[in-house]
């Protein structure tokens, strides 16, 4: 490798070390066979598995490898800023913030057309703005919701959350995958039959 070459490489290799980190942001969201929370690391893993066996649902034609590369760096930011709580006010006050002062050192670890096109899809998922980022999204909201129901309701019923809270949360699953948004109408009306969601 020429000095270029060898510099691009270990850009790269120190994002991909700090990367690492993700395996130590928890999440609210516990793991079904063990009681621990889950990490962002596992989340993003398990995302591109939903995205990999569910992306026939997306509303639009989407770009698999688009979607997948979305689901797997939307949350690198909380390396730096944390993860927010979905119901945190306080917290989701100063998360947009935090979040894009992480992404401007995070995504500009990488050479840069690498770590602008890893930003662009950043912004993508966080603005909806293409049919890829709305699918990403909805997954993303998707996932916890199943984890949750399928564990008790366990976060849901740590924090107090309502029934009111988790539809509106959920709405926006409808703007990527109506067959998902219906999915999770579904999850949040059994939940609060069997108790284990706030009917209010």
């Known amino acids: 490798m020429n000095d270029q070459q060898k510099q691009r490489f270990s850009e790269q290799i120190e994002f991909l070390l700090e990367m690492d980190k993700m395996k130590n942001i928890w999440r609210q969201t516990l793991v079904l066979h063990e009681d621990r929370q889950e990490n962002d ?53 100063t998360k947009a913030a935090r979040e894009q002062k992480a992404a401007d050192r995070l995504y500009g670890l990488l050479p840069e057309e690498q770590g602008k096109w890893l930003r662009q899809l950043w912004d993508d998922f ?52 109506q067959v998902l948004g219906d999915f999770a109408m579904d999850i949040i009306r059994r939940a609060a039959e069997e108790g284990i969601l706030r009917n209010e």
């Open 41 to 93: 690391a596992e989340h993003a893993w398990h995302l591109a598995m939903l995205a990999l066996v569910l992306h026939e649902y997306a509303n639009e034609p989407v770009d698999l490898k688009t979607v997948l590369a979305t689901v797997l760096i939307h949350d690198v930011v909380e390396i730096d800023a944390g993860d927010t709580y979905a119901y945190d006010a306080a917290g989701n006050a």
């Open 126 to 177: 966080e603005a909806q703005s293409t049919p890829e980022a709305r699918f990403a999204n909805a997954l993303d909201r998707i996932q916890p919701l199943m984890l949750n129901y399928t564990k008790g309701g366990i976060s849901w019923q740590k924090h107090g959350t309502k029934r009111t809270q988790v539809e509106g949360r959920m709405q926006p699953v409808y703007d990527g995958s």
